[in-house]
Every structure is written in C-alpha cells, then in structure tokens.
C-alpha cells in the first residue's frame, strides 16, 4: 500500500487547506470572540472534520452523512429547534402591542428582494451565476434572519448553496448589531430615535396565552399550508411553555431537547462545508447577497415604522420596525441600545421585543409563503 | 424574471394577508374573552 493512501497530510488539496483555516476562524470567533459560540464553535469543528483527507467523516457512511441524511434531509433538526425556540419565546409584548405583527410582514421584503436579485445574477437574466429559481429563493431566505427557517427551505428546495446559505444566515444574526445601527442612524434623525413610546397597560391573560400558538397554527397553517411545519413546531414548543401544566416538558424543550440538537445541527452543518463543494465563486455571493437581504429587511421595516409613526401621532418609535427582522433577541438589543443613546430615558427593549417575536412569525410565514410559490412557477 | 416578479409581488401579499388576517383573529379574540375575565375577577 502506497502512503499516500493512508497519510492524510499528502491527501492535502489547496481547497481543504483553505476549509481548514476557514474552520479555525469560525472556532476563533466562537471561543475568543464570543460570536454566538454555540453554533460557530460545532460548525467550525463539523468543518474540520469533514476536510480531513481520507478522515471519512463526511463521506457516505461517515458520521457525519449519516447525520447530514437523518437530520437535514429529513428537515428533522430545523423542526425540533423550533420547539425549543418555540419554548424560549414569551410572546406576551407581540400580545401587548399587535399591530407590531405588520412591522413583520415588511421586514421580510428583504428576503423577496434579495430572490430577485439573485434569480437575476442567475438562470433568470445575465446567467453569470449559476443560481437557478430555487437557489435564488433558499439564498433570498437567508433574509429571515433565522437559522431553522434558512435550513428548512433551503434543503426543501434542495438547493445546492445550502451550506454556504445556513453560515451565511447565522454569522449575519451575530453581526446583527454591527449590520443594523448605521442603516437605523441613516434612516432616523435623533429626535426619532428618541421619541419615547408610552408604556402598555395591563397583562395578557393566561387564556390568551395558550389560545395564541393553537390559533395562529390553524391561521397561518390554512393559509399557508406549507409553512405548517415550521409554524406548528415554534408554536408547539411555546404552548408547552405557556399551558402551565407541563413545566418538566418546557424546561426539557428549552434545555436539553435544544441543546442536543444544536450540537448535532452545528456538527452537520460543518460537515457539509467540504472544500470541493464550498469553496466556489458562487459561495461568496451568497454570502454577498446574504447581507443586501439584512440589509433590505432593515430599511423596509424602519419605513413601515416610520409610517405607523406618522400615523399614530408620534406614538411609536420608527425604530422598532428594524426588530420585525427577527433575528430575536439581537436586534431588540440594538434599538434598545440606540434609543438609550438618543435620550437616556428612552427605554424601548419590550416594544422592541413585540416587533421582534413578531417578526420571528412573519420569518415563518415568508418560508412557507416562498415553499408555496416556487414550484408553481417552475 | 416575470416569474420571479410574481413570486415577489405575491409573496408579499400574502404575507401581509396572513399576518393581517392572524392580528383579526386575535383582536376578535380578545374581544371575546375580556367580559369573560372581568366576570371572572368580579365573581
């Protein structure tokens, strides 16, 4: 037996010597860094080992496809995450304050906008990219700014950027509070940033609390049937949390059911990161177009916002539209943090958070909105 | 491309739709259940 076929360190390609620095960079930011570790410090390990010449680990029947074809194919990790996030989430200052749910809805027309201009680079007009329909709305969706929601659709649409599409989406919801304050700065002057918002009397009743996930799982699930799973799992997770009666059953979802998945999910994204499939001129595009969609989603929710402003007689800050990003709970940070800037006494974090929680909905339901329409025009 | 115009143009609407048609829903809801709960905190 020749000892190249056994040494891996002669197996050596340039573009798994790239994939191992690049691993190493994703474990330096996690760790040194503190840039959302939990995810970066799997990924980057799952990238290692999967561009170890003749390690195996990714190859068929390595770990780490076998993971890649139970857990993502199947679209089973996104789903289960979801519980736990569903679990996470109290949506009591989305209850409180409604009408956030709109600044939602515009917040996803990054996603929309990023699609076309990816379709156009691609199959759709000057074909210098090869992004086909599908490639560009599972590169639009990295938009969402939500992890789960990026990988569902993007491994529905079986797009082939799906690796470089999941880092995208998750190292861009880390960045969040460096993406999001110059395009909030641009778009609102500083008496806008702090105009305080009064506060919101009342709680919401338990009742209401658990009737919300059943509820919005039969709307959105019989408008939208094709973001049934994903709605029905974030929703799911949360009636857990908000029933009261099965306390051992939420705590499992919030810790170890997420917690386990998270690791197998980060490993299996890593995993898919071999050199020979990341390492295109297409990957960098998509990380590209990546933060044009954050970026797009930002502006188009600051614009709502400042219209619901006008409209309610200065009652809300424009600002809160820039959290119907998703992205929960970084941007409802940021604009917290903006507002403290502009006025000391300016304290918008739980109006924030209605917009945010509300935009993790609408995240949702522009996944199951894309999965519906792209097939029918195909 | 015309396709994908479609996809945006609709796409958008239906998410606002949805979303529109969800905050109905709740707003009916809460309707529903407040003279329940005051009832309920007065007995």
Redesign the interface.
């Known amino acids: 037996m020749a000892t190249g076929e056994f040494l891996g360190f002669l197996n050596l390609s340039w573009e798994a010597v790239a994939m191992l620095v690049i691993s190493g960079v994703l474990m330096w930011l996690g760790i040194a860094k503190k840039v959302e570790p939990v995810l970066l410090v799997p990924i980057g390990f799952g990238c290692m080992l999967a561009n170890i010449p003749l390690g195996g680990a990714a190859e068929a029947g390595g770990f780490l496809a076998v993971l890649r074809e139970a857990g993502i194919k199947t679209e089973l990790f996104p789903l289960l995450i979801f519980i736990g996030i569903g679990a996470m989430i109290d949506f009591e200052p989305f209850?409180q304050r409604?009408?956030t749910?709109?600044l939602?809805?515009a917040a996803?027309?990054g996603?929309?906008?990023t699609?076309?201009l990816a379709?156009?680079l691609g199959d759709?007009?000057l074909q210098v990219l090869d992004f086909s329909?599908k490639d560009?709305?599972a590169i639009g969706i990295i938009g969402s700014a939500d992890g789960p929601t990026s990988i569902y659709v993007a491994t529905t649409l079986q797009s082939k950027y799906t690796a470089a599409i999941v880092v995208a989406a998750y190292s861009y919801m880390a960045l969040v509070p460096i993406i999001q304050p110059p395009i909030i700065k641009a778009m609102c002057s500083k008496k806008e940033r702090a105009l305080k918002m009064p506060s919101v009397a009342g709680t919401i009743?338990q009742?209401?609390k658990i009737?919300?996930p059943i509820?919005?799982v039969l709307?959105?699930g019989l408008?939208?049937p094709k973001a049934t799973p994903l709605i029905g799992c974030l929703m799911f997770g949360n009636l857990l949390r908000a029933c009261g009666v099965v306390e051992r059953l939420s705590l499992a979802a919030q810790n170890e059911l997420a917690n386990i998945v998270t690791i197998l999910l980060g490993i299996t994204v890593g995993g898919m990161m071999a050199g020979t499939e990341f390492l295109r001129p297409e990957s960098i595009f998509v990380f590209m177009l990546g933060i044009v969609a954050f970026s797009l989603d930002t502006v188009a929710g600051v614009l709502l916002g400042k219209l619901m402003s006008v409209l309610s007689g200065r009652k809300i800050n424009p600002m809160i539209g820039a959290c119907g990003i998703s992205a929960f709970p970084m941007s409802s940070r940021v604009v917290q943090k903006l507002g403290l800037e502009a006025n000391p006494y300016n304290h918008l974090l739980m109006h924030a958070a209605g917009a945010n929680v509300?935009g993790q909905?609408?995240s949702v339901?522009?996944g199951g909105?894309?999965l519906?329409?792209?097939p029918m025009?195909i | 491309m015309l396709n994908a115009l479609w996809i945006v143009l609709l796409g958008m609407a239906i998410i606002f739709a949805v979303l529109g048609i969800l905050l109905l829903v709740m707003i009916l809801l809460g309707k529903l259940l407040k003279p329940r709960e005051k009832q309920e905190k007065k007995g």
Do not use: D
């Open positions: 209850l409604p009408y749910i709109f939602g809805a996803q027309f996603i929309f906008a699609f076309i379709y156009f759709g007009w329909l560009a709305a009743s009742r209401t009737l919300f509820i919005t709307v959105v408008l939208a509300a909905i609408a339901v522009a909105v894309m519906m329409l792209v025009f």
